[in-house]
């Protein structure tokens, strides 16, 4: 597995749903106190004393993206949990909190988040220093997307390729190359229906456009390697084996087995 530190932009995509906790009146589009736990204090205190940071207009379209995206990802789940999947994998969980704030319906999930070595690492150490439990339907599992395989790297947990899943990869394909994303296709499209992934993707930018949050990316050393349009994705999809593809905006896209 590579060496590389721990995701410094999922640290950012906690913040913004902190940001979105603390400062967005109720209901929320995703309640998620866990997360103001797992973050430090000096976040939080930065993100009450600099409200007006996230009504910054990109900062704020960024702030609604991220938290629509995952509300999308558990609604999904949930009505694949009635259909009768059991199996959900988070891939490049970084701090997603869904396993530790499920809702009664996902006691019958087994729940395997997949990121780097590092960012699981890192992850592992913030819940125990937040005294957050590691419920026993959850499955912490250490892939680097880029040169290890998720059937070999799965080999090792308790995942049952066999069974049905679910599967959720916000903001991570724009990072991988297009080989690494192939990769991560062919695995869902050779999991028996009814089996589902939700994921974001990106666009090319036009030649004149500027791209602030891909540049703050690449300084942060994770630069973005694979954007591509809606239709040939769903082309990409589609000759996988994917029966129906489903796009909620121009970033955020399902497929079903």
């Known amino acids: ?73 558990e609604d999904r789940l949930a009505e694949a ?18 396993a530790y704030r499920q809702p009664a319906w996902a006691a019958p999930l087994r729940i395997f988040e997949v990121d780097h070595p590092a960012s699981r690492d890192a992850k592992r150490a913030r819940l125990a220093g937040a005294g957050i439990a590691v419920p026993p339907n959850v499955e912490h599992v250490a892939i680097d997307f880029e040169t290890t395989s998720l059937v070999d790297g799965l080999a090792t947990s308790g995942f049952d390729p066999r069974a049905a899943t679910f599967v959720s990869w916000l903001g991570v394909m724009v990072y991988l190359t297009e080989s690494a994303v192939d990769a991560v296709f062919a695995f869902v499209a050779a999991l028996p229906p009814p089996s589902e992934i939700v994921f ?30 809606p239709e ?21 896209v399902s497929a079903m087995r």
């Open 81 to 98: 949990v009635a259909r009768g999947v059991r199996q959900c994998i988070v891939l490049g969980a970084g701090f997603d909190t869904f």
């Open 1 to 73: 597995m590579t060496d590389r530190a721990a995701s410094a932009t999922a640290l950012a995509v906690a913040t913004l749903r902190a940001a979105h906790q603390l400062l967005d009146s109720p209901p929320h589009i995703l309640e998620d106190p866990v997360v103001l736990r797992l973050l430090e204090p000096e976040v939080i205190d930065r993100i009450r004393a600099n409200p007006e940071r996230f009504e910054a207009p990109p900062v704020r379209r960024l702030l609604l993206h991220v938290v629509a995206r995952s509300r999308h990802a």
């Open 200 to 229: 974001t993707f990106t666009a090319p930018k036009a030649p004149d456009e500027s791209d602030e949050i891909a540049e703050r990316a690449a300084a942060a050393g994770e630069p973005w390697l694979t954007r591509i349009e």
């Open 232 to 252: 040939p994705l769903e082309q990409r999809l589609r000759a996988h084996g994917f029966s129906a593809v489903t796009f909620l905006t121009s970033r955020v």
